[in-house]
C-alpha cells in the first residue's frame, strides 16, 4: 500500500510541548527518509478543519504529556474515523494513570514498588507533616516523588533522607495535583521498547541509563552528553530475558498497541521492576524508542512507515 498523504501530530499544550515538537520533527525526517509524504501539524483550533477537509491515509500522534497521551486526541480521531497509529483511548487511560497502570502490570504478574497515591488536598485536609510520616513509616527510605500523571521525570525527586520529603511534594505538586510516592529501589535503571509487527509484540534491545549523579530528570533527558545511555544494556542473559518478558508482558497486560516503552529498575538479583509506560514514546536525538530501533538494526522510518501502512489498511490491530 502507497501512503499518499501523512499526518504527524505534534506540539500540544502540555509541560512536553517542547520535546514533542522536536520529535514531531524528528519523525517527519525519519518518513521523509522513506518516501513518506508528510505534513506536520500542531494540535491546534485548526487542527480538525484539517482533517476533515483533507483527510490524511492515517495520523501519528507524538504528543507527549496530557492530551497526547491521556487517550483525549486518540478518542477524537476514532469520532472523525481518522485511522492512527498507537493505543485506542481506553489503554492510553490506563497506562497515563501510574497507579493505575502499576496494578494492572501486578496482576499480570509483574513486580512493581510498593507505594501509595494521594492527592494534594489529603495533605491540606489531614495535615501534610502527619501524612508524611506514615509515609515513610509505612514504606521507609529511600523513596520517589512524582505525579501520578506526566512523563519526562518533570516534578519527580529521589527522597535519601525525612527532611527532604516536603521539599519532594511541592515540587511533585507543581506538576500535578496527585502525587505517587514509591520506594526507591536501586539497581540498573532500563527502558525496554516494544514495537509490533504483523501484530505480535517485540521487545528491543534494553537501553541503559547511566545519568549524573543518578538523577535522569527533564535536562538529563533531553541536554545532549548529560547522560550516558548504553545499548544493549549491561545485563546477565537471563536478566536481559525477564526485562524482555516483562515489557511485553506489560504492553499486552495494558492493551496496548503499535508501540510502547517500559521503565524499569533491575535490581542486584537480576529481577526487574515495573515503574511505568509511554504510549507515545519520545523520538528526539536523545530519546529511547530510536535508540533501541537503531541498536536492533531497524531503522525509524521503516518501521513507523510499516505501523502507519498498518493503521491505513484498517487491518485489525
Known amino acids: 500500500m502507497e501512503l499518499g498523504h501523512v499526518v504527524v501530530l505534534a506540539g500540544g499544550l502540555s509541560y512536553e510541548r517542547e520535546v514533542s515538537q522536536r520529535s514531531g520533527r524528528r519523525v517527519a525526517e525519519a518518513l521523509r527518509a522513506v518516501d513518506v509524504p508528510v505534513e506536520l501539524r500542531d494540535a491546534d483550533a485548526t487542527l480538525l478543519d484539517a482533517l476533515s477537509n483533507d483527510p490524511p491515509d492515517a495520523v501519528l500522534p507524538v504528543l507527549h504529556g496530557a492530551a497526547g497521551e491521556d487517550g483525549s486526541i486518540r478518542d477524537v480521531l476514532e469520532l472523525m474515523g481518522v485511522p492512527y497509529v498507537g493505543a485506542r483511548p481506553d489503554a492510553c487511560r490506563v497506562s497515563w494513570d501510574k497507579p493505575t497502570a502499576k496494578a494492572v502490570v501486578r496482576q499480570a504478574g ?30 521507609g527510605l529511600p523513596l520517589f516523588v512524582k505525579p501520578t500523571r506526566g512523563g519526562s521525570a518533570l516534578g519527580g525527586s529521589i527522597v535519601q533522607q525525612a527532611t527532604d520529603l516536603p521539599a519532594a511534594m511541592v515540587g511533585c505538586f507543581a506538576y500535578g495535583d496527585s502525587a505517587l510516592v ?9 527502558a525496554v521498547s516494544v514495537i509490533e509487527r504483523d501484530g505480535v509484540p517485540h521487545a528491543l534491545p534494553a537501553v541503559e541509563i547511566v545519568a549524573p549523579g543518578g538523577r535522569y530528570d527533564y535536562t538529563a533527558r533531553y541536554d545532549a552528553g548529560d547522560t550516558e545511555f548504553i545499548t544493549p544494556a549491561r545485563l546477565t542473559p537471563e536478566a536481559a530475558e525477564r526485562a524482555t518478558r516483562a515489557a511485553v508482558t506489560a504492553h499486552r497486560a495494558l492493551g496496548l498497541r503499535d508501540l510502547s516503552r517500559t521503565d524499569l529498575i533491575i535490581d542486584a538479583d537480576g529481577e526487574p521492576h515495573f515503574l511505568e509506560v509511554d504510549v507515545a514514546p519520545g523520538m528526539t536525538e536523545t530519546s529511547l524508542f530510536p535508540r533501541a530501533i537503531s541498536a536492533a538494526a531497524l531503522d525509524l522510518g521503516t518501521i513507523l512507515r510499516e505501523m502507519l501502512i498498518a493503521a491505513a489498511s484498517g487491518a485489525p490491530r
Do not use: C, M, N, W
Open 182 to 190: 514509591e520506594q526507591y529501589i536501586p539497581g540498573i535503571e532500563i
Open 110 to 139: 509483574l513486580s512493581t514498588p510498593e507505594s501509595v497515591a494521594l492527592p494534594k488536598e489529603i495533605f491540606h485536609d489531614l495535615g501534610a507533616s502527619s501524612v508524611l510520616d506514615h509515609i515513610i513509616r509505612r514504606l
